[in-house]
């Protein structure tokens, strides 16, 4: 049977753009859209040339991509010419392939927000199409509010959807701006409108997650037969986010009837390197992954219960709906107070370390597992932490460094503009085969803002680890995160930290203390030691 070509359009350089909080550079827009295009999307929607200067300097470099380079911008305003139209032509200056549209569909919007007639509008649309047809340009148009507007007056709705059509847009882009449609409708008025005229290979759909449907709505839209997907990496968009690229993809490459039925320009090494490309856009956006996230968060493919542990060791197929490394993600067996031998087992031996069944280290692990979460360790969340402690109680960790001692200062300041600030020193001395290394660091970002202890601690102990050094120059923290546990003069501190490196290796470590800076730290010099014996390093 041959399969019909479904196309992928991101949007996470203009929708994506739109989260609070996020706000990418030039520079950071041109490596995203780098990584869509090894993804193997087929359209990269840049931004909006002349909305604002990031935009403008984006497009005025914009890396060479396979894909389809898109600007985004509005129709012509009513008054005057395509050719006439300022914020149009700085749309079509951007020089890209295609452009896409907004335009409005929705009867109300028109009256109320454009306080034009329905007509006027109609010709916006067709003149807007036609002058990016006559330039050249492959035209989109995305019916904003469409799905509102269908339900309001689907006659008019469908008729904007004609006047781009009949004015050369390749795509016609039906677009649930305000995320309340449910995938059951989203499915009957994309059949609808295909019967009303519109090619379903000329259709697109462009959801948002207001009721944390987009990607059930999306596929629904593709099940009715359109063949153009928008979406954004990890569903990053305004207000509730758009519909997840970071779902969508893997489900239509590896879910029936999808698989069979239609072809994307993924392919398989690209889908293998989603799980990276995912978090990388979180390190740059500095957030934390979303540990729950389908197929590429770090708990998509964790099996806690030693039930569920000792069924994976069987057949993983039991408790997994995919095979982790076709998105480049990982199985991890948590080790916890609720693990048994299976869970063990399994999850030394997916760190490598080879254990007889009956080696009576298993119990004391176990049992030193349990004694230290009731202390307040938490391993689930710390692989990285529980490795080394299995390591040590089987007499196999290597020794790199040990630390004599440390001290953080904080000083509350006047700068010399007589501003009052705050200052975090951290001094920190190891030994390394019998040298004693001291090193001094503050903790000021590029605009002289103090980030506090925890991080002139890392900045000290991270500076000179003298022959382990270039071992560690990649390395750096993504997240950080503090729990207290018990309560009054009896709580103590657990801190996790999560830590990467330039290969898109991803761990975490755990340190617990009645003092912050404390269990801070326990996790700091476990995520090194980590690292060093995960890459193999010779101890000095």
């Keep these: 049977m041959t399969r019909q070509r ?128 006559a330039s050249g340009r492959e035209a989109l148009f995305d019916a904003e509010h469409f799905f509102d507007g269908h339900a309001d007056d689907p006659d008019y709705a469908l008729a904007c959807l004609h006047a781009a059509l009949e004015a050369g847009a390749r795509w ?7 995320g309340g449609t449910l995938p059951e409708r989203v499915g009957q008025v994309t059949r609808s409108v295909i019967a009303g005229g519109i090619p379903g290979e000329r259709l697109g759909i462009h959801c948002h997650d207001d009721t944390g449907n987009a990607v059930a709505c999306t596929l629904a839209a593709v099940d009715a037969g359109a063949r153009q997907v928008q979406g954004t990496l990890n569903g990053l968009g305004e207000r509730c986010g758009n519909a997840s690229l970071t779902s969508i993809i893997p489900t239509l490459l590896l879910k029936e009837p999808y698989r069979s039925a239609l072809a994307t320009g ?16 979180d390190e740059i956006l500095n957030r934390a992954p979303t540990r ?43 080790m916890s107070n609720q693990a048994g031998q299976s869970n063990l087992r399994a999850r030394l031996a997916g760190a490598g370390i080879e254990v007889g069944r009956d080696d009576p280290a298993l119990a004391r692990i176990l049992d030193l597992v349990k004694a230290r979460e009731d202390a307040g360790y938490a391993y689930d969340g710390a692989q990285a932490s529980f490795e080394l402690l299995a390591l040590a109680e089987l007499g196999r960790m290597q020794h790199y460094f040990t630390v004599e001692r440390y001290r953080v200062t904080v000083e509350r300041r006047k700068n010399a503009l007589g501003k009052r600030i705050s200052v975090s020193e951290a001094v920190v001395v190891v030994q390394i085969g019998g040298e004693r290394m001291l090193s001094v660091s503050e903790s000021l970002d590029e605009q002289g803002h103090d980030r506090g202890p925890v991080n002139a601690l890392w900045r000290a102990l991270a500076k000179d680890l003298g022959p382990y050094q270039a071992a560690i120059d990649d390395m750096h923290l993504v997240d950080f995160r503090v729990r207290i546990t018990g309560e009054g003069v009896e709580a103590t501190t657990r801190v996790i930290i999560d830590s990467a490196d330039g290969h898109g290796h991803r761990w975490s470590t755990v340190g617990v203390s009645p003092n912050i800076v404390d269990a801070s730290f326990e996790a700091l010099v476990e995520a090194i030691r980590w690292k060093l014996i995960r890459d193999g390093v010779v101890p000095a």
């Design 172 to 178: 016609i882009v039906l677009c649930d701006t305000n």
């Design 6 to 133: 479904l196309y992928l359009y991101d949007t996470t350089l203009r929708d994506g753009q739109q989260t609070q909080g996020v706000q990418f550079s030039a520079a950071e827009k041109a490596e995203i859209a780098q990584m869509l295009d090894r993804l193997g999307v087929d359209y990269i929607e840049g931004g909006w040339p002349g909305a604002n200067p990031t935009d403008s300097d984006f497009f005025a470099q914009a890396p060479a991509t396979r894909a389809t380079m898109t600007a985004f911008g509005m129709t012509k305003r009513t008054g005057r010419s395509a050719d006439n139209d300022d914020v149009l032509a700085a749309v079509m200056n951007a020089g890209t392939r295609a452009v896409c549209l907004v335009g409005k569909t929705h009867p109300f919007h028109v009256r109320e927000a454009l306080g034009i007639s329905l007509e006027e509008n109609l010709d916006n649309i067709r003149a807007s199409v036609a002058h990016l047809v």
């Design 292 to 334: 729950a996230a389908p197929y590429v968060g770090a708990s998509a493919f964790a099996h806690k219960a030693g039930l569920h542990a000792s069924a994976i060791l069987k057949n993983p197929a039991t408790y997994e709906h995919v095979d982790p490394a076709t998105v480049g993600n990982e199985r991890i067996i948590p």
């Design 266 to 281: 993924v392919a398989p090494e690209g889908l293998a390197g989603l799980t990276r490309i995912s978090r990388r856009l």
